[in-house]
């Protein structure tokens, strides 16, 4: 068999992100060389995400770029594989020539068969869904050494109308209990000080095979005290006192929850297909913040959704400022193919939508300038992840990776990239906090 090297782009979520890295672990094990620099692959695969239009834009703008290197570089081929050209297969092949396969989300598992034949000269679309393709275990992690995501379940089931991942991925199917936990265990072997549980929706884990989300966390935290397990996309209405009593029960739980809410308006949650109500998110607010009063809570929430009215926006708006996130996403409205919301009424311009949210945007700012204030003055266990321009950089368990802010910790003593220390406060800003190493003769944890 011919040796090849092979490049891997990967765009979007943290999910997309552990599918490339199990297409990288079939490489390495084919025994084709993985090799960085796009100009000197034989063969670039680019993992895309389509889920918004800026991601969709992202995805094609990757393409044209990788198209520029092939007759002026060693590079031959390029596939694509994932969200995007799941959902556009058809059209990327008849379109963008430059492509020579188009694969979808569920083609990884076979990606050197897929690479062999773009190579033997095969031009072809293979995008279909098969749900029995749910996860792998063996990876190449992309991320640093300490940290590491780990997926729980494929697809999702919710069919919230503005959201086209059912149709990408179909619907949702969780892995196995055991299979996650041997993951967890082999990752801890490797030196990973910090796991994140992904999936569309991890709060559903467990449904369809008689496990939950709780049941697991309990089993995975147990695995290693000196392992932070943090838990992303848990939905308002699943927070369940079972749910929280593991989080009491183990403090390696992060004191995190990313809820994402979309909105408050119960009219415009029913449009969504949302299945939580105002009244139910404001009761899951207050019973976190009840047996957590520490617990740092982020969510989202889009604005100009169709229907959308300034009564609506108002009510979204009142909610930020009397109910307090920590962190805050908002995204304007993105309106895509194949969704129900396509086709809603009384769709909202979009100068209207972005003024949204900015608005909220703005609002949000000053309410976690203020939170992050209040934490001057505390201690906190870090993770130190890196030193940059005198400083080393890290997060507590307030913060997670590629998304929310950092904490700049001065020790005058080195410090070791990928271990806690105790770290105490003694600035804020909007974002970021500053610290200093307590005890720095015997602080390492």
């Known amino acids: 068999m011919n040796k090849y090297k092979i490049g ?46 800026s991601s969709k834009q992202e995805a094609i703008e990757t393409i044209f770029e990788m198209s520029d290197l092939k007759g002026s570089t060693n590079l031959k081929k390029i596939i694509v ?11 990327i092949y008849d379109e963008m020539p430059e492509v020579d396969t188009v694969l979808g989300v569920s083609q990884y598992p076979d990606i050197v068969s897929h690479v062999e034949r773009c190579l033997n000269g095969e031009r072809y679309v293979c995008a279909e869904i098969n749900e029995a393709i749910i996860g792998e275990s063996g990876r190449v992690l992309t991320t640093p050494p300490h940290r590491a995501y780990l997926k729980i ?5 919710n069919n919230c109308t503005y959201c086209a991942i059912p149709s990408i991925r179909g619907g949702m199917r969780s892995r ?11 990752l801890i072997e490797k030196g990973v000080k910090e796991i ?25 935290a147990s695995i290693d005290k000196n392992v932070w397990i943090r ?11 079972e749910l929280l009593s593991v989080y009491k029960k183990h403090e390696n739980i992060c004191r995190y929850m990313d809820i994402p809410l979309q909105h408050v308006s119960d009219k415009i949650l029913k ?5 939580a109500n105002k009244a139910g998110i404001i009761e899951t607010y207050h019973k976190i913040k009840t047996a957590f009063p520490e617990m740092t809570l982020r969510t989202t929430y889009i604005t100009g959704f169709p229907g959308e ?3 609506d926006f108002d009510e979204l708006a009142e909610f930020v400022s009397k109910y307090p996130f920590d962190n805050v996403g908002v995204f304007s409205y993105s309106r895509e193919e194949g969704t129900p919301a396509y086709k809603m009424k009384n769709q909202v311009a979009d100068k209207v939508k972005d003024e949204r949210r900015d608005l909220l945007l703005q609002y949000q700012s000053t309410i976690s300038e203020d939170l992050m204030s209040e934490k001057v003055g505390k201690k906190y266990k870090v993770l130190v992840e890196s030193r940059e321009n005198g400083y080393y950089v890290g997060r507590s368990q307030d913060f997670t990776a590629e998304i929310d802010g950092e904490i700049l910790i001065e020790s005058s003593s080195e410090l070791a990239i990928g271990e806690f220390y105790d770290v105490s406060i003694t600035a804020s800003s909007m974002y970021d906090l500053q610290g200093r190493i307590i005890n720095e003769n015997d602080n390492r944890k």
């Open 271 to 275: 449009l969504m297909n949302r299945h």
């Open 8 to 53: 891997l782009v990967s765009l979007g979520c943290p999910k997309n992100e552990v599918d490339a890295e199990v297409m990288l672990k079939k490489i390495a094990e084919s025994g084709h060389e993985i090799e960085n620099d796009p100009a000197k692959c034989d063969v670039v695969i680019i993992n895309t995400c389509g889920f918004l239009q």
């Open 81 to 91: 594989s994932g969200c995007f050209s799941g959902r556009y297969s058809q059209v």
């Open 176 to 186: 196995g209990e055991s299979e996650i936990l041997d993951e967890a265990k082999l």
């Open 231 to 241: 838990v992303l996309y848990m939905y308002p209405e699943m927070v369940t006192d």
């Open 196 to 220: 994140t549980l992904v999936a569309q929706d991890t709060t559903r884990y467990g449904e369809d095979i008689g496990k939950s989300l709780a049941g697991l966390l309990d089993k995975m």
């Open 153 to 157: 379940s494929e697809g999702c089931s």
């Open 309 to 311: 009215t300034q009564q």
